[in-house]
């Protein structure tokens, strides 16, 4: 079988040809090239290539003819093999591509290199709290140990909304807010098992987050998921800036309402007593999604995020790169760059699991990309990966963790999530992610409190179309104008400034309480 050692995928590209030019060629291996436009029929792109048939803006088009069964590269790797002959100048997508085995060659470390830190770092306007962790928000939180206790707890938070009571926190203008965070899971789960562990997990990096200034965790009280099982578990204890409510001890609906009502009351003018001040861009923690991906999201923005991410750790920050199923047949670019063979293979002890998790489940990784992804010219998991990869830079992988497990590492690191936006962003804010980066072709509408939400469009297009819901358009890659590095240091500088406090996007619009999505595992009875 063909392997995919010769070249390596995801470093940052210097700025492409002039908008004039209707392909981007990304490396000289490829069998194919991205339309920068729609190319019709009879187009020539040069080197004898002749456009046969209809190619949409960020789909691919053969620059030589492949054979049946042979592999098809992009970034100088394998994305798919042809299931039919290909012509020349042909359409590739899913009707001639998939997905096929292939050996990779994880050599574990090959490429790690000292990191270059700059001193002294960049500094931005955080919240620090008194046992020393820092903030890029000042909220108050409402977690609920199950979907029984959802009503009771919206309601608590829906008496401090702004645009419903304005009085409510008038005389607190340092709390951003109070938000409930509910979901739909606690119970009919095994008491002993991954499920509830994971949950709690989740529940407890939210409880403990730092741009929370005090949680109150709102129970039905006959859950699997306990409330003081939670709290033993995770390590909480309870005092003024972290209650509990159960709605069979507090009589009921109404009266658990009354008394969350006063809990957060009583909770308001310490969440007050803080102001910004400079701290170094170390304390920064992001979160790196890609969501609603195209053609371009491998060209444009998530190279961009990576560039951003290498200045990040350079100034001693870490940037959380998660959705496994979106790494998958990209791995191997990451286990180069692991600091240990360890830290390696712990990253492929995941992809197994993934694997047999899927045939466990009677289905396939190459489920995603979904039908807005293929819409706008991805064709399989391995192409969608090897784009996807680009979000964490060129830096050393420093460690890899299991889903809402607590980041202490700095650097680039890894995290064991679903490649389902929600349930992966839920996970890295539960690790302690203070800041979400997340790339779109499609135009993805996200935000995900307590931690702002910066949303990175890949194409002039979407920017046009979705500016209010686009915080940079890295299209300016693909028009040929700005270079990955050049964006890499505007995101940058944009990380600084949202955790300084200024608003994002989806902040703007409200985003953040309905997508808290914890992971589902195992089996509901």
Same mark, same amino acid.
């Given at each position: ?38 190319? +019709? ?19 691919? +088009?053969? +620059? ?278 360890? +830290? ?182």
């Amino acid at each position: 079988m063909p392997t995919t050692t010769e070249f390596a995928a995801g470093a940052p590209l210097a700025t492409l040809a002039a908008s004039t030019e209707p392909i981007i060629r990304l490396h000289p291996a490829d069998d194919v090239v991205i339309a920068r436009h729609q190319l +019709v029929a009879g187009m020539r792109l040069g080197d004898g290539v002749t456009v046969r048939g209809l190619i949409p803006a960020g789909h691919k +088009v053969a +620059v030589r003819a492949v054979e049946t069964g042979a592999p098809l590269r992009r970034y100088g790797q394998i994305i798919g093999f042809a299931t039919r002959a290909i012509a020349s100048g042909e359409h590739v997508h899913t009707h001639n591509l998939a997905i096929g085995s292939f050996e990779r060659d994880y050599a574990f470390g090959a490429d790690i290199r000292p990191t270059a830190h700059i001193r002294p770092p960049a500094q931005f306007q955080g919240i620090v709290r008194s046992d020393g962790r820092v903030a890029t928000r000042n909220y108050i939180g409402i977690l609920t140990s199950v979907n029984c206790s959802a009503t009771a707890a919206r309601a608590i938070a829906d008496h401090f909304r702004r645009d419903i009571n304005p009085q409510a926190l008038a005389d607190y203008p340092n709390v951003d807010g109070v938000v409930a965070l509910t979901h739909g899971q606690g119970c009919a789960i095994d008491a002993n098992g991954e499920a509830l562990d994971v949950l709690r997990r989740t529940i407890g990096g939210y409880a403990r987050h730092p741009n929370f200034a005090a949680v109150l965790i709102v129970g039905l009280g006959c859950e699997t998921n306990q409330i003081d099982g939670l709290m033993q578990g995770q390590g909480l204890e309870g005092g003024a800036s972290l209650k509990t409510l159960t709605i069979q001890s507090s009589g009921g609906t109404a009266r658990t309402v009354a008394a969350g009502i006063e809990q957060i009351k009583a909770m308001l003018a310490d969440a007050n007593q803080v102001q910004r001040q400079a701290v170094d861009a170390s304390h920064l923690v992001i979160g790196l999604q890609c969501g609603g991906s195209d053609g371009y999201s491998g060209i444009s923005a998530n190279p961009a995020l990576g560039a951003a991410v290498d200045r990040l750790v350079a100034h001693g920050g870490t940037g959380i790169l998660s959705e496994t199923p979106e790494i998958y047949g990209a791995e191997h670019l990451l286990t180069r760059r692991a600091v240990s063979q360890a +830290v390696g293979e712990k990253l492929i002890a995941r992809i197994r699991w993934w694997e047999a998790y899927c045939a466990r489940m009677d289905a396939s990784l190459d489920n995603n990309p979904s039908a807005g992804n293929k819409a706008g010219g991805l064709t399989t998991i391995l192409e969608k990966s090897l784009g996807a990869v680009a979000k964490g830079g060129t830096t050393n992988l420093v460690d890899v963790y299991r889903y809402a497990e607590h980041v202490d590492a700095r650097g680039l690191v890894f995290m064991d999530t679903p490649g389902y936006d929600p349930v992966s962003a839920t996970g890295q804010v539960a690790g302690g992610a203070n800041l979400i980066c997340f790339t779109t072709g499609r135009g993805s509408a996200y935000g995900c409190a307590p931690s702002p939400s910066l949303k990175l469009g890949t194409n002039t297009a979407l920017w046009q179309r979705q500016q209010e819901d686009i915080d940079l358009n890295c299209g300016a890659v693909v028009d040929g104008t700005r270079s990955v590095d050049e964006l890499g240091e505007e995101i940058f500088r944009l990380m600084l400034a949202t955790a300084s406090g200024e608003k994002s996007k989806s902040e703007l619009h409200g985003y953040g309480q309905n997508e808290f999505v914890p992971w589902q595992l195992g089996a509901i009875t």
